[in-house]
């Protein structure tokens, strides 16, 4: 009964490297968003859609492209891999017209 | 834009003490505001919320926060800390309230010492 789940939870790869992070809530939101915790703790929003559609889109390199198959799943696929890219990548989601938003457990991407 | 404030990054308290979290905030709107908890290793979580309503607001595990506009502060407070509190926590900040992003600060550690 996982609310906002994120697949994997950890992802170790070489620079120079593609990879993605998978996202799903069975919450029936509107709305997902991707954050990033740096190794300070400090959160940032990246990138965040509603209804498959992109509404925030923050000055992220574009090696990192969002996808939306549908309104439960956003992807995060992160081109040409670089050490800055190590970090904690959460997945969040928020119902129409409301203002919490629930947060997946995390993605812990280590960059070597 | 909008920003948030917490000063410090540590807080320790014996168990039982007032825990007492502090967050200014800088809106040129009137600001939804948040406090979130992220345990270690895990996502984070909603504590509370402000949206207009009462300025004191409580959330759960006894946690209650109070919108102060004239301070621009939206403090966390409990009154008994327990073992359990031990965690990093988070102010945000939303304008428009529904589906809009959070700009969070940079978050205090919360220590419990028995």
């Known amino acids: 009964d996982t609310a906002v789940s994120q697949t994997p939870k950890y992802l170790v790869t070489q620079m120079g490297n593609d990879k993605s992070i998978k996202c799903e809530q069975n919450?029936?939101?509107?709305?997902m968003y991707w954050y990033k915790q740096d190794s300070k703790k400090f959160l940032k929003i990246m990138f965040s859609?509603?209804?498959?559609?992109?509404?925030i889109n923050e000055t992220v390199p574009n090696r990192f492209s969002p996808k939306s198959p549908d309104k439960a799943h956003l992807n995060l696929h992160i081109n040409s891999l670089e050490l800055g890219d190590s970090a904690v990548y959460f997945c969040?989601?928020?119902?129409?017209?409301?203002?919490?938003?629930?947060f997946g457990p995390g993605t812990r991407l280590t960059v070597l | 834009a909008q920003s948030v404030t917490q000063l410090g990054s540590h807080v320790s308290v014996s168990e039982g003490a007032l825990v007492l979290l502090r967050c200014n905030y800088s809106?040129?709107?009137?600001?939804?505001l948040f406090w979130y908890v992220q345990y270690p290793n895990q996502g984070l979580q909603l504590l509370l919320k402000?949206?207009?309503?009462?300025?004191l607001v409580k959330g759960i595990n006894g946690f209650e926060a109070e919108f102060k506009k004239s301070e621009t502060s939206f403090h966390l407070t409990k009154p008994s800390a327990h073992m359990s509190d031990a965690a990093e926590y988070f102010c945000?900040?939303?304008?428009?309230?529904?589906?809009?992003?959070?700009?969070f600060g940079k978050g205090i550690t919360l220590s419990v010492r028995p």
């Open positions: 969040a989601s928020s119902p129409r017209g409301r203002d919490e938003q629930f």
């Open positions: 919450l029936g939101h509107d709305t």
């Open positions: 859609y509603n209804n498959k559609e992109l509404i």
């Open positions: 809106s040129s709107v009137p600001p939804y």
């Open positions: 402000y949206t207009s309503a009462a300025t």
């Open positions: 945000a900040v939303s304008l428009t309230g529904a589906n809009s992003k959070l700009t």
